[in-house]
């Protein structure tokens, strides 16, 4: 099911000049992730005793709500809509100033950029195929598009939550979409025909189906929703990364709906969607807020905490200051348990 259409990338995106201004600051980010970077307490059995249920419920919430691989799907969309869109421009010899996508579309000179986005554009011997340039219409011209030179600013994507018809994953699925299913409003910054690493928003609430196993309702979905703010950070990497490999930070601050239970969420956590248990919970225990915290980090075999203390060296988890077992209600190193609660 598409979660994206060319249609609203363009509407939001050709009106940089008007809107960009009215747009809201985008969230400064840099103080979440420099606790993450350098957590500041360090962890005992008092800490572990009050804050152990409060982990081991986020980290439930968060896993089941799937809120995240929702966003963060919407995000990659936006991406290759914009790769798709990308233009560059002929430098040197016969083509110079001639739109192109590779050096080859140069005679006698190099493909350089990118230098605009081209939103809407579509070939004229081919009207269901969306282009850039002249080169991805072969035999034909590129007509019909809106061309941003220079593309940077700010813009955004409103997106229609595709709600809780369990119907919505079969093939040809009418997905046209719905108010009724809620929507998330997302804020980006635009920089060389690629998104900014800080995105941020709004959610009124989404509905979304979270398959219990797979990619579809076979063996059940639960029904789901957030309504809330969130921002997130990509990662100096990202764009030349495939997202899905990257830890990704995020901030929310809201209500998820899981199958008629809500929960309030007021919560920092970094997922990496390539792993199959990938969660770092932000513990923040102090006043002012991030005065105080450390990392419980939900990793594939193992749970651990880095705190204000540094890694053992030659560590096998050199992301830990120490291992530690929610269920069994202990942390621990490799001489023995440290401490119970």
């Known amino acids: ?32 992730l420099t606790a993450y970077e350098n957590p500041s307490v360090e962890v005992g059995r008092e800490i572990m005793e009050e804050w152990a249920p409060y982990i081991e419920e986020a980290a439930k919430e968060i896993e089941d709500s799937d809120i995240f691989d929702e966003l963060l799907n919407v995000i990659g969309d936006v991406q290759t809509e914009l790769d ?75 997106y229609i939550c595709p709600g809780w018809d369990p119907q919505q994953f079969d093939e040809g699925y009418d997905d046209s979409p719905d108010s009724d299913n809620g929507s998330i409003d997302l804020f980006m ?48 990497d990202w764009v030349s990364e495939d997202i899905s490999e990257l830890p990704v930070t995020f901030v929310v601050e809201g209500n998820i709906g899981l199958d008629g239970d809500e929960f309030r969420i007021n919560q920092s956590f970094r997922v990496t969607l390539a792993e199959e248990s990938g969660l770092t919970i932000l513990v923040d225990i102090g006043d002012p807020a991030l005065s105080e915290t450390f ?25 830990c200051s120490f291992g530690c077992s929610l269920q069994e209600s202990r942390c621990f190193d490799e001489s023995g348990t440290l401490f119970s609660w």
């Open 1 to 32: 099911m598409s979660r994206l259409s060319m249609l609203s990338v363009l509407a939001l995106a050709v009106c940089f000049g008007s809107c960009a201004p009215e747009l809201p600051t985008a969230p400064n980010l840099q103080p979440v």
């Open 84 to 158: 798709n869109s990308i233009a560059m421009t002929c430098q040197g010899g016969a083509d110079n100033g001639k739109t192109c996508t590779r050096d080859e579309d140069c005679r006698d000179g190099t493909c350089t950029g990118p230098t605009a986005l081209v939103l809407g554009g579509v070939c004229d011997n081919d009207r269901d195929k969306e282009c850039a340039t002249d080169a991805d219409c072969p035999g034909g011209t590129c007509t019909g598009g809106v061309t941003l030179p220079s593309p940077t600013g700010a813009f955004q994507i409103n």
């Open 189 to 236: 910054t635009l920089d060389s025909g690629g998104i900014g690493r800080v995105v941020w928003g709004t959610a009124a609430r989404c509905l979304y189906l979270v398959p219990n196993e797979g990619d579809d309702c076979d063996a059940g979905c639960t029904e789901a929703s957030y309504d809330g703010g969130v921002a997130l950070d990509l990662g100096p």
């Open 295 to 319: 990392n419980y980090i939900f990793a594939e075999t193992y749970q651990c905490i880095r705190d204000k203390n540094p890694p053992a060296p030659d560590s096998e988890t050199p992301e």
